[in-house]
């Protein structure tokens, strides 16, 4: 989870005691490696002070008994979950890191924090300071961040201070922590990398495949563009990590920035979106991801009320679903699909009523022509985009996006002694029949499936989405609610199974093998 500074309390607690968030952890935890990573920071982050905020522009301050509160939710409530925490110290408050940074470093070195801690960023987003004008000049460039980060690397490694990892002997900084890097940043990756290998532990990027900040509510996450289309922007910048054999992460994103799009983020959409992003995500090699949010955000996985009530949301159930499916150390592996469907997947006529977005309206005439995208709701680039389609200048006026001729997204994963298969329909307004088949060499006994279903995508919290018979509707402990409903999948032709996809849901299947 990523949590704002100002944030973190309503949580764990103001004495680190929050049971219901821990349990709400530990669900998520399906191994025995490393526990869950916590990162404090956001954009307050750059506007934040420990003990004492005598910087005029330091507008929270965070006391030594909060971060107590820190170390006391991780050997009380969550003392089972090897908990660690991520801090942003501040980059953008001032360019001298003498001023504030090395201040909040030797406070966690004063309150023996060190051992709680599993990385330390230096700013958020900071490839936006010049956008914003905020914490630098509006010309502030690649290169000066290059200078300034040299000059906070000295300062905060120096003795008592950022101690090294036990692992790689590096200091444990988490480094970039840009918002999505373009231009000169983007250029100067490498450069970046190469600079400070040896003085970063890993290196963090942001994503939020869709954005809310222009208020445009007419968006959804659903489609190939939010899933794998997102993690394949990223590509260029994972290579080079990869060549230099540098950890990476997603250190903080979410279905949509500037808090999430009502409708969308904090209803079952969101569990469908994050149950495909995570696993193409996973598959490049990164190492996690930090969901943004606060007790109240639209898009959220674990929110609290105005009372203090957990509200477990819709986006929680993706996230369950992808530690269910990658417990212990398993590897992906690739299976071949085939479905069963009748509807007009090459938009011969297109679809002039419903909304449903199974192809373009007949009204958007000829798509991917001049001004398609300006045709308005329902037409070219709204619907038929978010829905895994695409316009072309060819004939019918809708055709199937390359790739996208599946209804439902497949991502599999290879264990010791099982095999477990993650199937996702977010596209179709039936029922699919869906044949997955595995390699022959691999000799599959008869499994098991449950599923997660909601009474629509746009179902919210209490609303009755289920998850293999069970839901967090109602419960204020972190426990689920009712029992774990599966149902049996028998192998046919030795090496396949067939799975009825109902519309807008999940399927986790589980086989044993030898």
Known sequence: MSIETTEIIPYIGINGSSLSYAQALRNLKFSNGSGPILRIGGSTADFTCYSGGEIPACTHNVTDEELIAYMKFANGPANDLNIKYVIDIDFGLVSDPETVARRQVETLTRLNMWDYIHQVEFGNEV?????????RNTSYSFQDYMIDYNTFITSLTREGGIPNSTISNKPIIRGAVYAGPKNDWAD????????YIGSIDSISLHQYPVSFCNKNPNQTVLGWGESQGAVNKYAGFFDIFKKHNLTFVI?????????????????????LWVMDYLPY??????????????PSAMYTAIAYSDSGELNIQPLYYGLLAFAELTRNTPKWIVVNKTQSVTEDLSCSTGVTTGHDGVCCPASCGTCGGTDCEKRGSYCCDQQVRSLNRNCS????????????????????????DEIRVLLISKFSTQTIPTTVCFNPELMISNGTVFFITAPSYSSKYGEGINYGGQTFDGSTSGLPIGSRVTEPVPIINKNCFIIDMRPFSAAVVSLPYR
């Open 127 to 135: 490839d936006n300071y010049a956008r914003h004008g905020t914490h």
């Open 188 to 195: 100067g990756m490498e450069q970046y990398v190469e600079a």
């Open 251 to 271: 250190g903080e994103g979410n279905s949509a920035s500037c808090g999430g799009i009502p409708g969308v983020s904090d209803t079952f959409q969101a569990a």
């Open 393 to 416: 200048t060819s004939t019918p006026p809708c055709i199937l996006q390359e790739g996208g001729d599946y209804l439902a997204d497949i991502h599999a994963v290879q264990d010791d």
């Open 281 to 294: 995500l996973s598959k490049t090699g990164a190492e996690g991801m930090n969901f943004h949010g606060s």
